[in-house]
């Protein structure tokens, strides 16, 4: 996502933290020679975006045990009706709750979630074992076990942080997780649909949705998101940015939105959203080309978004 390689590239760097990229295809090899002694962790999500390339986790997985580093994922496209990564070998999950946990866009949050599988006293990790000032030299590891990380999360970096939600906003996200296996359901359904359109129609170059079987990532999909495989999918329009720019203006139902994981239907072009940010070299480098259109896919009738892009496909 364009947000958390700013995070991680720019601003996480300014303060001393660096981070060492992989492509999520890469080999366990690879992985491996990419860790540093001062290496602490692994990060990788579930289904990126806006590329929906699906992580392979039992490689990641063992890459993390080996090097005795916790292996984290970011699960916010998948939510945890269509993938629970931690039996598949993560040791942190978060989420960004705005998207579909929440899933009407009224409310910001995010969420940790530790499986409490991971050995904090491997010697790495001295703010966990070490006395804590704060708490009368309280060791988080000595007192809290196997829930260490999440102890010193909750009781030390949100006190001083304050990336806490309002109470209003946790009462927005508690609603929306109550319907959130009807609403992925669903997501899911219409964006297969809607790949499948797309694919078949002669105005669209390429199609990216791991739910179709011309998918690469086909067969993890299968693996790890038996249920569906999400609602968002990218697709490359011919005529490149200008004929997306064409396309976007046409439409009727479906919103040019940057925000997804909403029940309506939203649109964009990352490379002038999302991942503006990024230099043109990166952007390729991180699989935003011109021509790609990233949507969202809603809870509404499928024949009626399918009818919306039919109709905005032939006005270009």
Not at 166 to 193: C, I, Q, V
Not at 265 to 291: D, F, N, V
Not at 298 to 311: K, M, V
Request: aromatic residues 10%.
């Amino acid at each position: 996502y364009g947000g958390t390689f700013n995070l991680y590239d720019v601003s996480l760097r300014k303060l001393g933290i660096e981070f060492t990229f992989i492509n999520p295809d890469a080999s366990l090899e690879e992985i491996k020679a990419c860790a540093k002694s001062n290496t602490k962790a692994i990060f990788a999500e579930t289904l990126s975006n806006p590329n929906l390339v699906v992580l392979d986790f039992e490689k990641f997985a063992k890459a993390a045990k080996e090097l005795d580093i916790p292996f984290i994922v970011d699960n916010t496209l998948a939510t945890p009706y269509l993938c629970r990564p931690i039996e598949h070998g993560a040791n942190i999950v978060i989420h960004s709750t705005t998207k579909y946990a929440d899933g009407h866009a009224t409310s910001l949050g995010g969420i940790i979630v530790d499986g409490g599988n991971f050995n904090w006293d491997n010697g790495k990790f001295p703010e966990l074992t070490e006395p804590d000032d704060s708490y009368h030299g309280l060791r988080y590891v000595e007192t809290f076990g196997s829930a260490a990380y999440i102890a010193k999360a909750r009781a030390h970096l949100l006190r001083d942080y304050g990336c806490a939600p309002s109470p209003f906003n946790a009462y927005l996200t508690n609603l929306g997780l109550e319907t959130l296996h009807l609403r992925m359901e669903r997501h899911s359904y219409n964006a297969l649909k809607l790949a499948e359109f797309l694919e078949n129609h002669p105005r669209v170059e390429w199609v990216k949705y791991p739910g179709l079987k011309s998918s690469p990532y086909y067969d993890l999909a299968q693996k790890y998101l038996p249920k569906g495989q999400s609602g968002i999918l990218s697709f490359g329009i011919k005529g490149g940015a200008e004929a997306g720019k064409q396309l976007i203006k046409h439409f009727k139902l479906v919103h040019l939105v940057v925000h997804l994981g909403d029940i309506r239907t939203c649109i964009l072009h990352p490379a002038s959203t999302t991942h503006r940010q990024l230099s043109e070299a990166q952007q390729i480098k991180s699989g935003i080309l011109p021509e790609m259109i990233r949507v969202s896919i809603g809870i509404e009738d499928i024949d009626d978004i399918i009818e919306d892009f039919d109709n905005a496909l032939k006005a270009v």
